[in-house]
């Protein structure tokens, strides 16, 4: 059985296929090409939801992607709900589940409409002026409560299972809707052979045709031109056609953003089909034939189910089939309201009267009206409405005085005239100017390759949009301007005057006591707006925000010219003195998981791992991510915690061997012949008399004299340097090195290699590590007197080529094997079997800070923050004074940068050697002094040390090292800690370990 | 986001570039012989112009070339982009986009 409001005939939807469907929690039956709202109409529902503050019963109030009231809840389950969809944009499918929203515990019956009543109290910026007392209540208890009461729907409860992608496109013309305007562009450009895209939002081609029932143009009606103009463009192979396809946005150089609906019309999607595909077009002209949309009349009680636009109404009779009400009246200031009455009346509704704003409407579509024995009645205006969940009647009085009457209807049609949608020509920051032969903002100067056609300009009639749009896709393919771009359309189609209203509508009411509302979607009224202005906001910008007028989900599509209307009036200021607000992105609501698309749980950043991360994994590493390195921070055996698996490993380090894994460290290939005097110029040490086969530790600054990274480098040969960075710091080093070479000193001969992911880097650390080593290298005399600290050779470890580095990042013996990065895990596995007879122990970056730290080597980036001269992390004597200039030597010389008070690096030792400073708790001289008090300086590192058997510290005190042997204090809330400073050595001050 | 046109690759989206600072500002040859006041010029005073600025951009995702542009702050507009080396173009003042780039004028 048919729906009770469907017409026996007639609209473009499927009577074949009939689609079930519920809607809280009822089951309604529509056929496929139903929209949710369409459905609902022709089943007698206009009750679908309860505004946003005064939870007031509200209806579906359009028929596009601007409607404010109908929003609603869509999914089968919580994995695919989707809230604050516009029912008007949601196609029904077999089996659908659509639920209302912002109301508990049921449509009908909501407790939160209570605010309706309280409404004198809830005025415009109420929340600013209310719940100012005490501090600390708004975030506990007035915000949630209120985000409670007054919302849109709820966030879904599951992890989003659908599949999401992006793809980039480019065109010559792109063109964003597919009206009349639009089909005309497209099929101009695209005869030039150019590549077009088209996109419409909606479900199908045509736009407005898709709903004129005696339009003709060349010949044919108005839906089979469309049918004709989309095959057309079918065939042609420079053309993609996108439907329900939203460009949300505008950005910069013609890159518009199109969220395509790939399935949720579908009621069994195929799995290869993504929910939603995001389109990044790059195009060299767009076409914005965005329309116009209806503006609504602000009128007491205009908010009330039942309550809708007049060419919705029309929408609905024509296109769906669906009869939005038994009995009418028609509010309005324009013509075209006219012929939704007529054709309404021809659809079976009863016309009860048309009340015109207008003295004396005149013109042929009212004489038809009149003709069909319509009742019109001229200069009347609704003095106000009644009915709960649905209008009942309609209260109609001349504008100028007299009595009132009031007529019984379940539906009210309104039109205040068109509004060119300008959202997309105002995000690509095009300036817009009023027309005032219009009355209407229009596109004025561009800032982009676009143009905009049709009504979004406030071209209205058939013919001339047909031909504006022909001439803009001819113009925007650029070949053949002139001739052909003027194209006549033959068109036969109604003829409307094109008057409207802004603002309040005159009314008899006491207006503070009335509410006329101006935006549905926030619930803020005419009243609203006028208290604004009398409390002194006179910008449009702020009685926008103070307000929220304009700010809903809907950008203030229906409301913002009323509300500026009020506003000028209020004022005694003309429209375009009071201005426009910006449209931004997006158009309308778009999912973040579309812009998500594929990167998501694992694959939302990418991850860097080592030759040895699968090793590391085995054994049980527990890993810290270092940017996006993971590296092995400890290796627990046996149900360890950090600290004691650290104690371990630190242990077998000094008393034995340990295995760590270098790789991560950022290296850079410099070679040329110019290397050593780039290098001298590069870092601070003096780089010539560096013989090849020798390392040296390098600090790099900026040119403002601050420590930058630091690392050892090896020199291979005369003119080549194996330099390492910090872990994080390779790019930054390289783009440094980069800049440097490329502009300042073009002429120096030098090729710069990243070299990071080519090598393996394999540290072996302790007394036993040449002992571990010996056996496995070839070409190589690993004795003291052949290779001495910091020195390199190069050779072959277990057959592959190696540069292995005699360097100690620990105070112990040590050497770092780099072997090509394929080989590395295994000479890994080579090197960890060879220790075991010495219990060689894996160690981690927890254990290799510890072992650092005990020596005082610092940790560019934990000891630096970016304001930190080498002097004053204990690096003066790695400065090459001698040096002509390198980069930040003359920052160094600045006054400045040798104040004895500057931060320095000391030691610090607690009393208690059991307690370990927090890293980045504050410093004093004295814990007692009046707050605030000056901080010193504060702790950079800190750790429990097994091998000296105490807690160690590393901080920046100002003139800290004139202050070694003095007690300071660290102030923390259980109280404050007494530490002595030291010098920054806690471990073989002597440093002879390192020579083993 | 932005369509910026490397002189060595040709127009490359926004992503595949780097800025790096206003150009034309030159390293002292002797730093050392630069008074106080001049080098703290140097290191940190810059134009910061409403309107075409002249700065630096490398294509860091693409060639790894640094390069000079033009670039209207008040559009996001280039006017042009050349090489390190090269004089800096004439450009109109506050001029519209040029043809690559975007602008159709007033209408």
Not at chain 1, 32 to 46: Q, R, W
Not at chain 1, 533 to 553: C, D, L, N, P, W
Not at chain 1, 692 to 721: C, I, K, N, S
Not at chain 1, 866 to 895: E, I
Request: charge should be neutral.
């Amino acid at each position: 059985m048919s729906a009770e409001f469907r017409l026996p005939v007639g609209g473009r939807i499927d009577r074949a296929k009939p689609v079930r469907f519920t809607f809280d929690g009822k089951s309604y039956e529509g056929f496929a090409g139903d929209t949710l709202a369409s459905a609902l109409i022709a089943n007698g529902v206009h009750l679908v939801g309860r505004s946003f503050k005064y939870h007031r019963p509200r209806g579906i109030l359009t028929a596009g992607s601007e409607e404010p009231n109908a929003l609603v809840g869509v999914g089968r389950d919580e994995a695919h709900y989707t809230p604050n969809l516009r029912a008007t944009q949601v196609e029904i499918t077999d089996g659908m589940v659509a639920e209302s929203q912002n109301r508990w515990p049921s449509l009908a019956f909501d407790v939160g409409a209570v605010n309706d009543g309280l409404g004198r109290f809830l005025p415009a910026g109420f929340y600013y002026k209310t719940f100012m007392w005490p501090a600390g209540a708004w975030a506990k208890f007035y915000e949630p409560v209120i985000r409670r009461a007054a919302g849109l729907g709820r966030a879904p409860q599951a992890a989003d299972t659908d599949r999401y992608t992006q793809r980039y496109a480019h065109c010559e013309v792109l063109v964003v809707g597919a009206g009349p305007a639009g089909l005309a562009a497209a099929l101009a450009a695209s005869e030039t052979g150019v590549r077009v895209i088209l996109c419409d939002e909606q479900a199908e081609f045509g736009g407005s045709l898709l709903h004129e029932r005696d339009t003709v143009i060349d010949g044919r009606d108005a839906e089979a031109w469309v049918a004709e103009a989309v095959a057309t463009l079918c065939s042609r192979e420079n053309v993609r056609l996108l439907t329900r396809t939203t460009a949300f946005g505008y950005y910069p150089h013609n890159l518009v953003g199109l969220a395509e609906r790939v399935t949720d019309h579908l009621a069994a999607p195929g799995s290869d089909l993504p929910r939603e595909r995001l389109w990044q077009v790059r195009a060299r002209e767009v076409v914005i034939a965005a329309g116009s949309i209806e503006r609504p009349l602000v009128f007491p009680e205009n908010d009330r189910p039942g309550v809708m636009m007049a060419e919705a109404a029309r929408i609905y009779a024509n296109r769906f089939g669906a009869k939005p009400g038994n009995r009418a009246v028609v509010f309005t200031a324009s013509d075209s309201a006219y012929r939704a009455a007529l054709d309404l009346k021809a659809a079976g509704v009863e016309i009860a009267a048309i009340a015109d704003l207008r003295p004396d409407p005149t013109g042929a579509v009212v004489e038809r009206a009149r003709a069909d024995g319509i009742r019109v009645l001229p200069g009347t205006s609704v003095q106000g409405t009644s009915g709960r969940l649905r209008i009942r009647s309609a209260s109609l009085g001349a504008v100028v005085g007299g009595a009132t009457e009031t007529v019984p209807c379940d539906l009210l049609l309104m039109s205040g005239g068109f509004t060119p949608t300008l959202s997309l020509f105002s995000q690509s920051r095009g300036k817009m100017a009023w027309d005032e032969a219009l009355e209407a903002y229009v596109p004025s100067v561009s800032v982009e390759r676009e143009r905009s056609v049709g009504a979004c300009r406030g071209i209205y009639g058939l013919a001339e949009v047909l031909a504006d749009g022909h001439a803009a896709g001819v113009a925007a393919a650029g070949k053949g301007a002139s001739d052909g771009a003027a194209r006549r359309f033959t068109v036969d189609a109604e003829e409307l005057g094109h008057s409207g209203h802004r603002g309040i509508t005159p009314h008899r009411r006491d207006a503070s006591r009335v509410k006329a509302f101006v935006d549905f979607q926030n619930d803020v009224t005419a009243k609203d707006v006028k208290l604004a202005t009398q409390e002194g906001f006179r910008s449009i910008e702020h009685v926008k925000r103070y307000t929220t007028t304009g700010m809903a989900t809907d950008q203030g599509r229906t409301s913002n010219i009323n509300a500026l209307a009020i506003v000028s009036d209020a004022l005694g200021k003309s429209v375009p003195e009071v201005g426009l607000t910006t449209f931004r992105p997006p158009y309308t609501p778009t999912t973040f998981a579309l812009f998500a698309g594929q990167a998501r749980g694992e694959l939302f950043d990418p991850v860097r791992t080592t030759p040895i991360h699968d090793w590391a994994a085995e054994h049980g590493a527990v890993f810290e991510d270092v940017g996006i390195w993971k590296r092995a921070r400890y290796f627990p055996e046996g149900g360890e915690d950090m600290h004691e698996a650290v104690a371990r490993e630190c242990r077998a380090v000094r008393e034995s061997v340990g295995i760590f894994d270098g790789s991560t460290l950022g290296k850079i290939e410099v070679v040329g012949r110019d290397a050593a005097e780039f290098m001298n110029r590069m870092y601070t040490n003096a780089w010539a008399k560096l013989e090849p086969g020798r390392l040296r530790y390098g600090v790099m600054l900026r040119e403002d004299g601050f420590v930058m990274d630091d690392g050892v480098v090896g020199r291979m040969a005369p003119d080549r340097f194996h330099v390492t960075t910090t872990t994080g710091g390779a790019p930054r080093v390289l783009n440094h090195m980069e800049d440097y070479l490329q502009t300042e000193w073009p002429d120096l001969e030098v090729w710069l290699t990243s070299t990071t992911e080519q090598w393996a880097v394999i540290a072996v650390q302790g007394p036993k590590a040449r002992q571990v080593l010996e056996p496995l290298v070839e070409g190589i005399d690993l004795s003291r007197e052949a290779m001495p600290h910091m020195s390199v050779r190069t050779g072959h470890i277990c057959g592959v080529p190696t540069r292995l580095f005699r360097v100690s990042f620990t105070g112990e013996l040590g050497f770092e094997v780099n072997v090509p990065a394929n080989y590395g895990r295994a000479v890994w596995d080579a090197i960890f079997a060879a220790g075991q007879p010495h219990g060689i122990t894996p160690y981690g970056t927890e254990t290799m800070h510890v072992l650092r730290a005990e020596k005082g080597y610092i940790i560019v980036g934990q000891e630096t923050d970016g304001t930190n001269t080498p002097d004053d992390v204990g690096l003066g004597w790695a400065v090459g004074k001698a040096k002509r200039d390198f980069v930040g030597k003359r920052s160094l010389a600045r006054p400045q940068m040798q104040r004895p008070d500057r931060k320095q690096m000391v030691g610090l030792l607690t009393s208690d050697p059991a307690t370990v400073l927090e890293e980045g708790a504050q410093i004093v001289a004295d814990p007692n002094a009046p707050l605030p008090m000056k901080a010193l300086g504060h702790v950079t590192s800190s750790y429990a040390s097994s091998v000296v058997g105490r807690s160690i510290a590393i901080g920046m005190v100002a003139g800290g090292r004139g202050r070694i042997g003095e007690t300071l204090h660290v102030p923390m809330p259980g109280g404050a800690i007494a530490v002595d400073v030291v010098e920054p050595v806690f471990f073989d001050k002597e440093g002879e370990r390192i020579h083993g | 986001m932005l369509l910026i046109t490397c002189p060595y690759c040709g127009p490359r989206p926004e992503l595949e570039f780097r800025y790096a600072g206003e150009a034309h500002i030159a390293r002292p040859e002797d730093p050392s012989g630069v008074e106080a006041d001049p080098w703290g010029e140097f290191l940190y005073n810059r134009t910061n112009a409403r309107g075409p600025y002249a700065e630096r951009w490398r294509h860091f995702h693409g060639c790894g070339r640094f390069f000079n542009a033009i670039r209207d702050t008040t559009t996001d507009f280039f006017l042009a982009t050349y090489k390190v080396g090269e004089p800096r173009p004439d450009v109109p003042a506050r001029a519209v986009a040029s043809a690559s780039t975007g602008g159709a004028g007033e209408r």
